[in-house]
């Protein structure tokens, strides 16, 4: 294990990296992490661990990718369940019906950027290379949830609709409710013009954002979604930030024997590559 945060570590760091966090340890029920661009078989601008289907690789490697990542977080690739994620702030229920769509068959839904379920063994992912990818596990009514925010869904306070939506399909109490914000743009990187911050400081106030001497801004889409959970009733205690930036991360020196030299990028960045990338992904499973 590698402490990358005070929040966060990397595991499995001499196979297939994955990032946990410390919130979710000892939870029997649930399975989390979230991929680095390390421990798989791509090649190219998609090295090495690309999870997504729609970048240009080859989806034998990609597919490959998918159950090198399955072993080490205890699902089944071929069980997923694609959202659609077009920066938008809908939910929807998924069930064992669901399952293999967006893998192994065409995806069921549209335009959906949250899902949640309380079934067993229906793994959901959310794909994040600068977007931030959110998870909540419910103690309690056991069921979770996989929130994609890209700035849109953050503005559009998407969290907030899939903490509504848990309520509404599982009955569930905000304040038994455990969330994790992963890797994505940090609040360093995350440059955006007045228009945007405009209307992050409509929604969440000018604490959000910060003015930078060429005339843009800088905006911290952790805070606003932590802001956004609270707003719902969660616990301040119980949201954990990984503090790890999808932009400018690195790995950890010497510690990586995969890494093919010191400091090799830890994660794909779509505004780092201007799009050439390959995709990161966070899973969660209910076991």
């Known amino acids: ?23 979710f340890d000892g939870i029997k029920e649930i399975s989390c992490g979230f991929s680095t ?44 369940v694609f959202p659609d994620q077009t920066h938008k702030a809908n939910v929807r229920r998924v069930t064992k019906e669901n399952c293999g769509a967006g893998i192994m068959r065409d995806k069921d839904c549209s335009e959906i950027d949250a899902q949640i379920t ?29 929130i994609h925010a890209g700035w849109r869904g953050t503005v559009a306070q998407i969290p907030v609709n899939t903490v509504e939506a848990m309520q509404k399909e599982f009955g569930s109490n905000p304040e038994d409710i455990i969330a994790v914000i992963g890797p994505s743009a940090g609040k360093e990187c995350y440059e955006v013009d007045g228009n945007v911050a405009d209307e992050f400081i409509k929604v969440f106030g000018e604490e959000v ?47 990586l024997e995969i890494a093919e030299k010191e400091n090799k990028p830890l994660l794909f960045s779509h505004r780092q590559t201007h799009g050439q990338r390959g995709s990161n992904a966070g899973i969660i499973v209910l076991r």
């Not at 005070?6 to 990032?19: D, F, G, M, Q, R």
């Not at 079934?119 to 994040?128: Q, R, T």
């Open 209 to 255: 954002v910060s003015p930078k001497e060429n005339g843009k801004y800088l905006v911290d889409m952790w805070a606003s979604n932590r802001l956004s959970l609270k707003k719902t009733g969660l616990k301040d205690e119980n949201i954990s930030i990984s503090g790890i930036c999808t932009i400018c991360s690195k790995v950890p020196k010497l510690h």
């Open 37 to 80: 661009r390390l421990g798989g078989v791509s090649s190219g601008i998609y090295e090495s661990l690309n999870l997504g289907f729609n970048r240009g690789d080859d989806r034998g490697l990609v597919m490959e990718n998918y159950r090198r990542l399955g072993e080490v977080l205890f699902f089944d690739e071929k069980k997923l």
């Open 118 to 146: 309380n079934e067993k063994d229906v793994p959901i992912i959310v794909f994040a290379s600068d977007c931030v990818p959110i998870f909540l596990y419910d103690q309690k009514k056991k069921a979770v949830a996989g």
């Open 1 to 23: 294990m590698i402490n990358l945060t005070s929040e966060a570590y990397l595991e499995n760091e001499t196979k297939v990296p994955v990032i946990k966090f410390r919130k």
